[in-house]
Each structure stands twice: as C-alpha cells, then as structure tokens.
C-alpha cells in the first residue's frame, strides 16, 4: 500500500500530541534509509520510525526499538551528531503533500529535518 498524502495527515494527527516537546536520546539506523529516533517524553520512552524507502516510506511510532544494523551508518552518526539532545518542537505535513518536517531546538539553534 502506498503511504499518500491523507495517511500521512492521519499518522502525524496521532502522533504530534505524544511526540511535541519530547527529548531526542538517541538515533539508529534502521535497514536501509531507515531510521529510529528514541525520544523521551512525560516520563516515557518513545519509538519514532521513519523510513524513506521509494516504495515503502513509513512513519509511526512503536512499542520498542525494533532489530537495527550492525552499527551506525554515516548519515545517522552525522544526525546524531547535530541532534543529541535536541527537543523535538514539532512534525507537520508540508504543503498537503508526502513530505513530514520534523523541527528540532538545539543548543546551536533550530534544525528542520
């Protein structure tokens, strides 16, 4: 099934209210062009899931961190690297199209993924 447009409206409908305001703890790599962001938020640790694969493009939150790659590829090491302890402020849909910014404050300033 594609991920379209009104899904992803759906998805970030459910998901902004638990994830706004949390604290990125950690990033990892998920297969191929996939991530986990561990967010800490209201006492809880939470599971976001974004993947950017051509055909299976994903985002969602999960119970636990799933089975992730040997170690970090250079792109989440460059993620993590700009993003450890950031507050994540927001995700919203753009333009009512497949794209999801997520928006982070940082110590260096505000970063928008």
């Known amino acids: ?49 974004l993947g950017a694969q051509p055909r299976f493009s994903r985002l969602h939150l999960q119970p636990a961190r799933s089975s992730t790659a040997e170690g970090p590829g250079d792109f989440c090491r460059a993620l993590r690297s700009h993003l450890e302890g950031a507050l994540l402020e927001g995700i919203r849909q753009v333009n009512g199209d497949r794209i999801a910014e997520l928006s982070f404050s940082t110590a260096a300033g505000r970063i928008q993924l």
């Open 1 to 49: 099934m594609n991920f379209g447009a009104s899904e992803l409206k759906v998805v970030l409908d459910e998901c902004c209210g638990v994830v706004e305001g949390a604290r990125l703890k950690n990033i990892y790599d998920e297969g191929a062009r996939g991530w986990i962001f561990k967010l800490y938020s209201r006492g809880q640790t939470l599971f976001l899931h």
